[in-house]
C-alpha cells in the first residue's frame, strides 16, 4: 500500500504554506482596513443547514456534501462554503442587534468534487460578509474589498463579472420562462440527467451545469436581468454606478447565477489568469432571505464573498514566489556542551532573537558548517565566565558577558 493522501487534498509544504499565509495576511490587512473582524465556525455543522441555506436542489447537497451521523444519531456535515456558517452564528448570538456586522474569515471547506487544478476536495477558503444593510452601497463595498485583495495579492488578468438575479417576486416571470424554453430539450434528451430532473423543481439550477450539453443549451436561454422588478433594475443600477466612481472595471455578464440558491439581486465572480475551475478565483453576491431560510424570524440583508486560496496562488502573477522566504537565524549557537548550548539557545529565544543550534550530535567544525550554511549572520560560542559572538560574513570577535549582552550585539547588527 502506498502512503498517500486522499484524492482531492493535498499537503501544503513549508514553501505553499509561507504562500498561503502571505494570502492570508495580506486578505485580513484589507478587511482591518475596511472594518471587518474576523469569525471562527466550525468545521461540521448539523446537515440541514446547509440543506436549507444552500438549497436541496444544488449540486453541492445532492453530489458534494460530506455528510455522517455521530454517536448520538445526529446528522452532520462537514461545511461545503462559508456564508450559511457565518450567517448561523450571526443569528444565534445576536451580533444581529448592532448593524451593520462585518465579518470575515479564513476557513477550510469540503465538497465530494472531481479533483482539477484550482478544484480540490479540501480547499482554504478567505471570506467576508456584511449584514444589515439593503443599500447598494453595501454591495459595492465588499466587491471594492475583494477587488483590493486581489489586486493586492498580484493575481494577473484580474476580471470582474456582475450580474443580478432579482427577489423573488421578479424570479418567478424568469423561471417559470426558463422553464418553458428547457422544456423541449429536456423532451428530446439533450439535457443531463440531473438537469432533465430538476427542471420541474429548480430550472435555475440547469444554467450552473458543466455538463458540454447543457451548457450548449443554456446559450440561448433567457436572461433573468430582462426579468427584473423596477426596485431590483434601481439596485442593480446603482451598484454598477457606485463601481465605476470606484474605478473598478467590471463586465455585466447576463447568463452569471452563482451556484447557490440563497444569492438574490447582486451576483458577481472574480476571475484571474491561471486560475483552474475557469479561471473562477472567488465570488459572491447578497443573500437577504439566508436568515430566514435557515431558521430565522424574519430576512436579514447581508451580502458578501468568499475567495479560494488554491485559485488565487495559481492565478497570482508570480505563482505565488513572490511570498516572504524562510526566515534565516539571526544566530547560530555552537558549542560541544549540550547544556550549555541548549541554555544559552533558550535565552537567546526568550529575548525574541531568531536562534538556531545543533541537533544532530554534530562536531564543532560541523557545526560552523551548518551556521554558515543556514544564513545566520553571528555565531554564538558559549564559554566559562561569558560568551563570545563571531559575525560570520567579517570574522570579527567580540565577548559577552552574558546573553542580554549578546542580545544586545545582535540586535544592534
Known amino acids: ?75 452532520l456535515a462537514l461545511r461545503p462554503e462559508g456564508t450559511t456558517s457565518v450567517t448561523r452564528a450571526v443569528l444565534q448570538h ?36 456584511c449584514y444589515g444593510s439593503e443599500d447598494p452601497r453595501s454591495d459595492a463595498e465588499v466587491i471594492s474589498l475583494a477587488f483590493e485583495a486581489l489586486r493586492a495579492m498580484s493575481v494577473e488578468n484580474l476580471t470582474l463579472n456582475i450580474n443580478s438575479v432579482g427577489c423573488p417576486r421578479c424570479r418567478v416571470s424568469f423561471e417559470n420562462e426558463l422553464a418553458r424554453y428547457l422544456l423541449p430539450f429536456a423532451n428530446r434528451g439533450e439535457l443531463c440527467p ?25 446559450a440561448g436561454a433567457p436572461k433573468v436581468v430582462d426579468y427584473l422588478c423596477p426596485d431590483c433594475l434601481e439596485h ?15 463586465d455585466e455578464k447576463p447568463g452569471l447565477i452563482r451556484g447557490l440558491d440563497y444569492y438574490n439581486r447582486t451576483v458577481f465572480e472574480f476571475k484571474g489568469g491561471g486560475g483552474g475551475a475557469n479561471g473562477t478565483v472567488g465570488g459572491g453576491g447578497r443573500f437577504d432571505a439566508l436568515s430566514r431560510r435557515i431558521g ?23 505563482g505565488g514566489s513572490g511570498a516572504a522566504a524562510p526566515e534565516k537565524p539571526a544566530a547560530w ?35 560552523l558548517a551548518r551556521a554558515a550554511e543556514s544564513g545566520a549572520r553571528w555565531a554564538v560560542f558559549p564559554e566559562k565566565g561569558g560568551l563570545r559572538i563571531k559575525n560570520l560574513a567579517t570574522g570579527e570577535e567580540r565577548p559577552a558577558s552574558d546573553a542580554a549582552e549578546a542580545v544586545r550585539i545582535i540586535n544592534k547588527g
Open 333 to 367: 549557537v555552537v558549542a560541544e556542551d549540550a547544556g550549555a548550548a541548549a541554555g544559552c539557545l533558550l535565552a537567546l529565544r526568550s529575548a525574541g532573537v531568531r536562534a538556531e543550534g545543533d541537533v544532530m550530535g554534530l562536531s564543532v567544525e560541523e557545526q
Open 1 to 75: 500500500m502506498r502512503i498517500v493522501a486522499p484524492p482531492g487534498t493535498v499537503d501544503a509544504l513549508p514553501e505553499e504554506v509561507r504562500t498561503n499565509r502571505f494570502v492570508e495576511a495580506v486578505f485580513m490587512d484589507k478587511c482591518r482596513l475596511f472594518g471587518y473582524s474576523e469569525i471562527h465556525t466550525p468545521v461540521f455543522e448539523y446537515g440541514g443547514l446547509f440543506e436549507k441555506g444552500v438549497g436541496k436542489v444544488t449540486d453541492i447537497i445532492e453530489k458534494e456534501l460530506y455528510s455522517f451521523t455521530d454517536k448520538s444519531g445526529a446528522r
Open 296 to 318: 430565522g424570524e424574519a430576512d436579514l440583508p447581508a451580502v458578501g464573498f468568499a475567495i479560494g486560496e488554491e485559485r488565487v496562488v495559481l492565478a497570482m502573477s508570480d
Open 194 to 218: 440531473t438537469c432533465a430532473e430538476r427542471l420541474g423543481k429548480n430550472p435555475v439550477r440547469v444554467l450552473d451545469c458543466k455538463e458540454a450539453g447543457c451548457r450548449a443549451v443554456k
Open 94 to 129: 445576536g451580533l444581529n442587534r448592532e448593524l451593520p456586522a462585518k465579518l470575515c474569515y479564513k476557513i477550510t471547506c469540503y465538497r465530494q468534487e472531481n479533483p482539477e487544478e484550482g478544484r480540490l476536495r479540501e480547499f482554504h477558503q478567505i471570506g467576508a460578509e
Open 236 to 250: 442593480y443600477e446603482r451598484v454598477k454606478a457606485c463601481l465605476r466612481a470606484m474605478n473598478i472595471p467590471f
